[in-house]
């Protein structure tokens, strides 16, 4: 046999061997589980995502703030030899932080929401400030109302202030917004008085009472949307009635206007607007300025307050904002005051 034919041979051997071998490498190698991975949920918007096994669509957001504040004629400091009132400058550095569980499913009743945010306060105490589950048209659990309007007070965007409605408490609401054309209506029960943020409350307790609120507007229009709403306290007699529009002048550009007529039962009876605009310089820098007045009977408290924003990353925001007030009240603490803050906020 020719030298040249062993080697031919010799090397189809060696394939036809190295072949084998890999067949049964192949046969023999383990084939790793699939894994379930967690799915994107686009049904509800940017965040969800599917828990596995169940066609439940959860989103995780939370926000966590830190800075500097200046508040003037904040701390009391007693009486001086006259019988005056002192008060003295306060600067605080803070932090603080909130959760939001945000759990959505479709059904035949529509959407099936149950939403649950816990929040830090001053103490370092965590507090539930929103409790709640959405069946299509109906909402039923508890939101911290006074949360809700303050929030936005540091580095605010937008001034609203409630007008004395509480807002916060164990709720039941209904909102209808299909009626077309973007129309809504909306009517609320409030346990006015479980302001203390408890989340439970007794009726055997006389003393309980409830707020009725009604809303009716219109929504996702091109110039932006308008509201009528009106609060009843069945305890203190008093009622609010406001008129709310948020428009929408060009993109990056709106403003939102108020105008309300509150009376507590008691002492205070007064027409109070406001207004706010929000411009995006820059789709990193917003600039805001807002204010609020009102009309009680000679003694016309005001508010004025503005600031910046700037985004130096996605979902970190540097914001700086002044505030002046007038309670027109006769002691330092109320008859003007100079308030500034200045911090990061990380949303998520």
Known sequence: MKLKSIMLGTAASLVMTTGAFAADALTDTVVPTAVDYVKVCDAFGAGFFVIPGMETCL??????????????????????ANGNERWDDSYRWFANGRIDFDARTASD?????SFFRIESEPD????????FIQVGYLTAGYSDGDTVFNDDALYGNFYDDGYGAPGNGLQLNVVVDDLGGGFFVGGQVIAANNGSGLLTVDYQNDANDVALVGIVGIADQAW????????????SEGFVIKATADLVITDGFGARLTAGYLDNGANVDAFIVSGAVSYDVTP???LFVGAIYGFNDGDDPFEINGGIGYTLAEGLTLAAEVRYADDAGDTPNTDGNFDAIVGLIRTF
């Open 284 to 286: 990193d820098l917003n």
């Open 59 to 80: 989103k995780i957001g939370g926000r966590v703030r830190t800075g500097f504040e200046y508040l003037e004629d904040n701390v009391f400091l007693g009486l001086d």
């Open 109 to 113: 009743f529509g959407t099936v929401r």
């Open 224 to 235: 932006g949307s308008a509201s009528l709403s009106g609060h009843y306290d069945n305890a």
């Open 124 to 131: 370092r105490n965590a507090v539930i400030s929103q409790a």
